[in-house]
């Protein structure tokens, strides 16, 4: 990312209603798009104003793609990872070992996108020692 936060938003913001507008509020690519948007403001340190997009995304996710999905292991990576910014451990704990759950049975334990969220996890558990 090159910091440049306040020319992404608007644009972030911008495809999110143009994907709203064109395919329905329920749609992964919406979900997508609330991720990219929450991410960003996880980038700030806005993490009220991320939390509930990652919840929206998530929920979406789920109900359209079903719990096992590999892209709801991704979102629940992402929830964690913001738990984990706030030193939210408990909170973000369960995200992490759903997701790892997820990711093993669909990907892998092998996969990158596994090895990512596992390494996420053992950090998160590194940083509740030292806390």
Same mark, same amino acid.
């Given at each position: 990312?090159?910091?440049?936060?306040?020319?992404?938003?608007?644009?972030?913001?911008?495809s999110?209603?143009?994907k709203e507008?064109?395919? =329905?509020?329920?749609?992964?690519?919406?979900?997508?798009?609330?991720?990219n948007?929450?991410?960003l403001?996880?980038?700030? =340190?806005?993490?009220?104003?991320a939390?509930?997009l990652?919840?929206r *995304?998530?929920?979406?996710?789920?109900?359209?793609? =079903?719990?096992?999905?590999?892209? /709801?292991?991704?979102?629940?990576?992402?929830?964690?990872e913001?738990?984990?910014?706030?030193g939210?451990? *408990?909170?973000?704990e369960?995200?992490y070992?759903?997701?790892?759950?997820?990711?093993?049975?669909?990907? =892998?334990?092998?996969?990158?996108n596994? /090895?990512?969220?596992?390494?996420?996890?053992e950090?998160?558990?590194?940083?509740?020692?030292e806390a």
């Amino acid at each position: 990312m090159q910091g440049k936060y306040s020319e992404a938003e608007p644009l972030y913001v911008r495809s999110l209603e143009i994907k709203e507008r064109q395919l =329905g509020a329920d749609h992964p690519d919406v979900a997508q798009r609330l991720n990219n948007l929450a991410e960003l403001y996880r980038a700030q =340190g806005k993490y009220s104003e991320a939390e509930p997009l990652y919840l929206r *995304s998530l929920e979406i996710l789920e109900r359209q793609l =079903g719990a096992d999905h590999p892209d /709801v292991a991704n979102s629940l990576n992402n929830l964690a990872e913001l738990y984990r910014a706030q030193g939210k451990y *408990s909170e973000a704990e369960p995200l992490y070992v759903r997701a790892i759950q997820i990711l093993e049975k669909a990907l =892998g334990s092998d996969h990158p996108n596994t /090895v990512t969220v596992r390494q996420n996890y053992e950090t998160m558990r590194e940083n509740m020692k030292e806390a």
